[in-house]
């Protein structure tokens, strides 16, 4: 099993991590189950706002042929930061602040390859969501040559809180989407701002690009319609650079 090393398995065991403070990435348990002990689990995870996945046992099994008792969890290599002390910590530096949000990238070599170019880029911070976006595996740390130890990267509930944060701590949302006639090229980095990227499969999703501050598109001269988003996010990034220095 890849990134065996980060896989919990158990009741017990998943209890005791959440009890010592460990960090979890995801965990799975047993849809349709009436364990006892899994309810009680179930309990202690939304008490500490922790994402499950409800998984048919097939789905356990191949994860892992442990006695798993219904939950499997990965533990998380990296901890996760606050965004609000994030900002703030960012804003007190004297920098101008520059962040990275990522809307539904599920991908974990493309999220890792994202974090190697945010690392080279200078961004402050990674935001993503809670549920739904890539976990931080070993394909992930892999793929990042080691970056994500060097970048905060941080988790909220809905992609929509940190946009209403940074807009209302002076840092202006930019999204990038070919739903927009604006060229990167026409949009102001050197202020404090954060970019948005989007899955792509789907791109930035529509509710997130209705409050966004400002939208920018690469300009596409091939047949090819679309770039995968880890280049796309470095064609941004270091238009970022370009600007700044």
Known sequence: MKDQETLIFGIHAISEAIQSGKTLDKVFLQSN?????????????????????????????????KNHQGAIAFISPVEFYSLENLVLEV??????????????????RNFGAIIRTAECTGVHGIIIQNKG????????????AGAVFNVPICKV???KDALFY??????????ATEKTDSLIYDADFKNPCAIVMGSEGKGVSDSVLKLVDEKAKLPMHGGISSLNVSVACGAFLYEVVRQRL
């Open 91 to 108: 804003q007190e530096s004297g920098k101008t602040p520059l962040f990275l949000i990522l809307d539904q990238i599920t991908d974990a």
């Open 166 to 175: 940074f807009q209302a701590s002076g840092i202006k949302v930019i999204a």
């Open 33 to 65: 189950s009436h364990s006892s002990g899994l309810k009680e689990l179930e309990h202690l995870l939304k008490k500490h706002k922790i994402n499950v996945a409800y998984v048919p046992v097939q789905k356990l099994n191949k994860l892992s042929n």
């Open 133 to 144: 976006g890539a976990p931080v595996t070993g394909d992930t740390i892999k793929t990042s």
């Open 157 to 159: 509930d809905h992609i």
